[in-house]
């Protein structure tokens, strides 16, 4: 798997839905500086909260954004 490729997943799937990060770190409960990092590879392994707060947001399963 690619250094970036959740970062990508996530900034793809927020964009099909027309949030931007700062939507989406709010709708998650997360910080915007976190969603930040992860989007730009900074944080290459988010934890497992992490993920389960944005794909429940973006409604997909964690797979989709492993894949």
């Given at each position: 798997?690619?250094?970036?490729?959740?970062?990508?997943?996530?900034?793809?799937?927020?964009?099909?839905?027309?949030?931007?990060?700062?939507?989406?770190?709010?709708?998650?409960?997360?910080?915007?500086?976190?969603?930040?990092?992860?989007e730009s590879?900074?944080?290459?392994?988010?934890?497992?909260?992490?993920?389960?707060?944005?794909?429940?947001?973006?409604?997909?399963?964690?797979?989709?954004?492993?894949?």
């Amino acid at each position: 798997m690619s250094s970036n490729k959740i970062g990508r997943n996530i900034k793809e799937l927020r964009s099909r839905l027309n949030l931007t990060q700062d939507d989406l770190a709010k709708k998650a409960d997360i910080k915007y500086t976190t969603l930040t990092k992860i989007e730009s590879g900074v944080i290459k392994k988010p934890s497992v909260q992490m993920m389960a707060k944005i794909t429940k947001t973006l409604n997909v399963a964690i797979k989709k954004l492993l894949s």
